[in-house]
């Protein structure tokens, strides 16, 4: 009988250890779902650094959902208006080479492109970059990481010389200023606030400020929250550097030895007065005094941020922006201090390390370096010269790609763009212009099956073994413990199949994942993400460990590692670099035709677009159906009621949610989760209406932000004078109006 297995939760960045037991229990009756199906018991693994037992609602229900709807067999259609049809895998693959190599005939190396996630294992993401970047020749390899963690990508390796979060969660429980800024943190990473809330409870003097447009389960255990308006992040943080300045609350050593550029930022916040601040950021002057006053008197402030900060046209502006603030008052490299981005995805971090955005290579190496190229090229055994000097195509880059008829096949894994992408009545159109679209996914259906050519059965996590690394820096070890559903396999083993056929045999002999990572591991020696130590059989025996865990010195996993603690960055003279920006809030701004500001994000329950946690009774029964929060203020002025339906429309698009009318928005700000695709609930994709305007440097969309109008649906139907249309408005099955007859209202 197999015995408990120790993994990492497959949901959100913390990265949560978990332990997962058979169904069959010596004295213990078979545990089964609805259906009669043995279900494997989950629960937190105590010995987990990162997360010492606890584990949330996602993680602790993950066990219903990895047997159900599974995508089998490989399926294929010629043309989108034909039903697929169950094929084998050697007439799927040999379908993909050939579509390969007719368009490297054709349109060369960019007419291939790839779209990954954060889902993957590393050992996925280090096969595809080989194969891709590699073997192919072409950068077009992006990842979903492109709308979660690229600013903060960006903005760490701008200013501290490399990506990487320096600090620990155990900084969570010595800091004394804790400053969480564009996060939600007690509902989109709830273990971490969990343990920071243990922290602010135990010890009365710490600090807690959370900064958000909305009142959300973090802000109501803040010291001070500052209800910010959207797209005023960078005045708000200039503004408390000018106090800073002003008081002077500096680090001047820390500046002198150890920064540049400090004298350009002193010179942009000099206008950042608290009066200016309070008026642009919508909160009072007194606010802004009190933020610089908490984060001037600490001793250790640790900031943490995550999409509210990420997703922006200026997002590595803003990361940049929190980072000076850092670097101006010595808060980096000791205990209970540091900037700490917080990963969306289980392995967002994985796939940094080995290269999984159109402008990285693995070890934190980029494309536009010619010395990296020439490190990779010589490590693959490449001809000099074959890793292209130009970033590949970002996902954004890749839709006008199939809008203009320039990809000749466009491959997707273990994501879903059909609903997660910005503007999606756009993305779907330029996904039926695509000739050849391979889908490479674990269950069906999904939104993005609509636009496949070809289907692969994917298998995941519990079904195959790898690494995954966590926000902090940890690197777990995830064993396969389940026969793998149908014939679903590996993704990293499509890939190499895939390489093998287009005559990459050596480049791929890989019996394993477990080789697949001990040649990753190897590209790594030497970087600030040295995992050159490490292996599966080490990691499954010793536990997760933190990296760098270079050869020969492997830290011990109950232990600690943060970075910079020597004040030395990597960077060409050691220093870090101050970035002087002055605020250009939201890229497209409310007016008199769109006068809300629509802003997005999740819940707690629920990840990304549903494709597992739709699945599973107890979650769709915390959130049944989507909704708009809106201020009883706006709410009145315009005659709304709680449940009225509401059509929310942008220049792009539109969807109808059920009102919730609540004040944990601010007056002139609407909210929709962003989960619910075609799928899930009838004209509710928060997609509908966002755009692709995305930040310069990282290429993020500023998904967070969107100038709306508000219409009640009642209204529309009256005008209409038809009862055909009050039926083609509001729909039939799945539709919000029934959801909301049936009584199905998410509590306030």
Known sequence: MVETVKTQCPYCGVGCGLEASPPAQPG???????????IWGIRGDRNHQSSLGQVCVKGATIGEVIHRNRLKHPMMRESLDQPLRQVSWDEAL??????????????????????????????????????????????????NSRLCMSSAVAGYAKSLGSDGPPCAYEDLDLTDCAFLIGTNTAECHPIIFNRLRKNHKKNGQTKLIVVD?????TSKFADLHLQIQPGTDIDLMNGIAHLLVKWGKLDQTFITNHTTGFEQVQEIVTSYTPDKVAERCGITAAEVELAAQYWGESDRVLSMWSMGMNQSSEGTAKVRTLINLHLMTGQIGKPGAGPFSLTGQPNAM??????????????????ANAQHRQAVEEFWRLPAGRISDKPGLTVWDMVEAMETGNLGIFWVAATNPAVSLPDIDRVKAAL?????????????????VEFAHVLLPASQWSEKAGMMTNSERRVTYCPQFRTPAGESRADWTVFAEVGRR????????FNNSAEVYAEFVRLTRGQLCDQSGLSHNLVASIGAVQ????????????KTTRLYLDRQFPTPDGKARFAAYHSRGLAEPPDGEFPFVLTTGRLYGHWHTQSRTGRIDKIVKMHPNPFVEIHPKSAEKMGIVEGDL?????????????????????????????????LWADQSEANAMTHELACPESKQPELKACAVNITLVAQILRKTESVEAEKEFVGTGKSLWNRLVEGLRRPI
């Open 646 to 678: 509401l059509e929310v429309r942008s220049r792009r698009g539109a969807g109808r949610f059920p009102a919730m009318i609540t004040k944990r928005i601010s007056p002139g700000t609407v909210f929709v989760p962003m989960h619910w695709g075609a």
């Open 213 to 217: 447009p909305r009142a959300t389960d």
């Open 94 to 143: 040999d379908a993909i080479a050939n579509q390969i190599r007719h368009t490297l005939a054709t349109q060369g190396p960019n007419g291939v492109a790839m779209y990954g996630s954060g889902q993957f294992q590393t050992e996925d993401y280090y096969t595809a970059q080989k194969l891709l970047k590699g073997c192919l020749g072409t950068n077009n390899f992006d990842a």
């Open 28 to 38: 213990r009756a078979v545990n089964r779902d609805k259906d009669g199906i043995p």
């Open 502 to 509: 287009l005559g990459f045999v050596r480049e791929f002999a």
């Open 350 to 367: 994985g796939g940094r390390e080995a290269g999984g955005l159109a402008h990285l290579l693995p070890g934190y190496r980029f494309v």
């Open 547 to 558: 990296w760098p865990a270079p050869r020969g010195k492997i830290p011990d996993p109950m």
């Open 432 to 448: 039926r212009k695509s000739p050849f679209t391979v889908y490479q996914e674990s269950y069906f259906p999904t939104e993005m």
